[in-house]
């Protein structure tokens, strides 16, 4: 591994022309920085965090997101749930609850026999009123049955979208990296070419993934299949809690516990994620309740 210089928060497409073989690579630096420090986790729970965050953003890269693409993650083990976000704009977000006291391992199996992980897109799509855009929603689910998330997102791939896929994700302190391989649907590439890139994925070692920008990534492993990137984006920290998301969550809960949260006169409702409050009177909160909602849904919650 060699020294680099400092690289941008980006995820990169890439097309192995010769072997039939579609890639991205994300980097992140900051924005795994700012997702990190909102609050005090063992390096486990981080490294769990950061991978799934390189990954959320891995997967915006082929996937048609024009909302927002979640990865999810529960059950009754230690790790009660993981969740992270990465919108069509670049924008991530993320977080993880433990149970209180408890040790969390980077074996997934630990989670217990009941853990399940979740890939959801959400899309907006035009309301039949015009005037507010729902969002269509797709949900795979999938048991947790590999020791890593590398193995949870390649069995998900081979069994809900039947597409042979290879990841590798890796964090540091300060750092987390993710490259995804996919073998494009058809006849692409010659006979070998999936085999050839898998056995040449394979010798990467996760500090060189953390550690060399995309050109160096893709001249040292892929320089013989006809490399070519196809785009870039850029990544960065961002949270989609506003006011308005807040109030459809004190309606969705109901006028008798919005009312109880105002019991000192004011409700304050506090982002996990970006830790933003938003404060509400009792006159606000009664005002959610007595103006017209037709046409709206109940929410699923902040998120």
Not at 123 to 128: D, E
Not at 161 to 190: C, I, N, W, Y
Request: with cysteine; hydrophobic share 40%; glycine share 8%.
């Amino acid at each position: 591994m060699t020294a680099t210089s400092h690289q941008p928060d980006t995820l990169t497409r890439f097309l192995l022309n010769h072997a039939g073989v579609r890639g991205v690579r994300v980097h992140l630096d900051e924005t795994w920085r700012h997702i990190r420090h909102r609050a005090s986790y063992s390096d486990a729970t981080a490294e769990l965090l950061g991978e799934a965050a390189a990954a959320a953003a891995l997967f915006t890269g082929h996937a048609k997101v024009d909302g927002r693409l979640s990865v999810q993650l529960r059950s009754k083990g230690p790790l009660r749930s993981l969740f992270v976000e990465c919108t069509a704009a670049g924008t991530l977000r993320g977080i993880a609850q433990v149970e209180d006291g408890a040790e969390v391992s980077r074996d997934l199996r630990m989670l217990g026999a009941d853990a399940m992980m979740a890939i959801t897109i959400e899309n907006p799509i035009a309301s039949l009123s015009g005037d507010r855009r729902e969002p269509g929603r797709y949900q795979g689910i999938v048991p947790l049955e590999a020791d890593s998330l590398s193995g949870a997102f390649e069995d998900y791939f081979r069994q809900s979208e039947q597409l042979p896929t290879r990841l590798l994700l890796a964090v540091d302190g300060d750092t987390a990296a993710g490259l995804m391989l996919q073998k494009l649907p058809g006849d692409s590439g010659d006979d070998d070419g999936w085999t050839r890139a898998t056995a040449l994925f394979d010798t990467l070692a996760p500090s060189e993934l953390l550690a060399w920008p995309i050109e160096t990534l893709l001249l040292r492993l892929f320089h013989e299949d006809g490399a070519e990137v196809l785009g870039e984006r850029p990544l960065r920290f961002g949270c989609s809690c506003s006011r308005e998301r807040v109030q459809d969550v004190l309606k969705s809960l109901g006028q008798a516990e919005a009312q109880a949260a105002a019991a000192d006169d004011y409700a304050r409702v506090r982002c996990e994620f970006c830790g933003e409050s938003y404060q509400f009177t009792a006159p606000e909160i009664d005002a959610l309740f007595t103006v017209d909602t037709s046409g709206f849904g109940a929410p699923e919650g902040l998120q």
